[in-house]
Structure formats: C-alpha cells, structure tokens
C-alpha cells in the first residue's frame, strides 16, 4: 500500500493551498484517513481526520479554515486550507488505516510528506 501527498508550496498568509493524497496498491477498504503536520522542532500533530462514512475531526488550531474530504471511489483524501497563517507552516503527512484483505485487520500507513511554507 502506498500513499502519495501532493499540492504543498510556499504561500503568503491569507492564502489558500489544497493537498491531496490517494492510497494505491492491494486495498480491501479504508477505515480513517487524515492529514498530521510536523514543524521544525516540534512533534508532529494532528490536523484533521475522516471516518469512511464521513465523520470529521480537527485540531482546535484549524476549526473553521480547513476542510478535509474524501472520495471513496478514488481512495484519496483531501484537505483545503484556507485564510493560512505562519503557524500552519510544516511538512503535511497524510494517514491511512487500510485492510488489505477481508479479515485482516487495520494498519497505519503514511504519505511522504508534503511541505507547506506560510510566509508573512
């Protein structure tokens, strides 16, 4: 199973940046999927999650700017980030609680990382 993140870059504070990430590979469902954020010297923390039917939830930080989604169909996550601030500067991972068969359990797995730079 792999996760591929696109759509980070450098913005000014204000501005808006969506990032996707689609799960490929030997996949029987996804239960959760989510995006975590890292910034320098800090542990990474979490951003916002989806449940498969569609359950939301976000860092108190993030409430009311951003928005995660998904598309079932496509296996892919997505998080629009609006009215950005500096502090939303970090390397965006995404998260995926996959089953690769019927009666396997569930198991973590994570993007690469996405930059996301918010500059002032």
């Known amino acids: 199973v792999q996760l591929q993140a696109s759509g980070g870059g450098l913005v000014q504070a204000g501005g808006s940046l969506r990032l996707s990430c689609a799960a490929s590979?030997?996949?029987?469902?996804?239960?959760?999927m989510g995006w975590y954020r890292q910034a320098p010297g800090k542990q990474r923390e979490l951003v916002a999650t989806?449940?498969?039917?569609?359950?939301?939830n976000y860092a108190d930080s993030v409430k009311g700017r951003f928005t995660v989604s998904r598309d079932n169909a496509k296996n892919t996550v997505y998080l629009q980030m609006n009215s950005l601030k500096p502090d939303d500067t970090g390397v965006y991972y995404c998260?995926?609680?996959?089953?690769?068969?019927?009666?396997?359990?569930?198991?973590?797995?994570w993007g690469q990382g996405t930059q996301v730079t918010v500059s002032s």
């Open positions: 998260n995926a609680e996959v089953r690769v068969t019927m009666i396997s359990r569930a198991f973590a797995y």
């Open positions: 590979g030997s996949i029987f469902s996804i239960n959760a």
């Open positions: 989806i449940t498969s039917g569609g359950s939301t």
